[in-house]
């Protein structure tokens, strides 16, 4: 969706997920939904944030480590500055934070990720 005179970006969505591994015991299946802006400010900058919930039931034996099927809840979020050189080159920092929380201790965790990149869309 393009709002306002400078076509500034909101996107919004949501998807299953679904996955087998070879053995058809282990897998996942859950659910992620995700919102983004994006507003352009003068002189060719852009600033933008995103926010995703993902949800995710394991199925599969327990493990020796883990008594419980698992299950996740995953939060991801994040803003970004971009400088727009012209219609093919752009400068873009992000900055995000992830925190996964889940019933098992082993994939418990936060996350900050920063990465400083150029990029050329063709």
Excluded: C
């Excluded at 659910?31 to 394991?58: H, I, Q, V």
């Excluded at 970004?80 to 050189?85: D, E, T």
């Amino acid at each position: 969706f393009y709002f306002g005179a400078d076509n500034h970006e909101f996107a919004a969505g949501a998807r299953y997920l679904h996955a087998n591994a070879e053995r058809s015991a282990y897998g996942y299946q859950g659910y992620e939904a995700m919102a983004s802006f994006l507003f352009k400010l003068p002189r060719g900058f852009e600033l933008s944030t995103f926010a995703y919930w993902t949800e995710e039931d394991y199925k599969g034996p327990a493990t020796v480590l883990e008594r419980d099927r698992r299950s996740d809840e995953r939060l991801r979020a994040g803003v970004g500055l971009n400088y727009r050189i012209d219609d093919a080159w752009t400068v873009e920092s992000v900055w995000q934070y992830t925190r996964n929380h889940s019933n098992s201790a082993l994939y418990r965790y936060e996350q900050h990720y920063v990465n400083l990149g150029l990029v050329w869309n063709f």
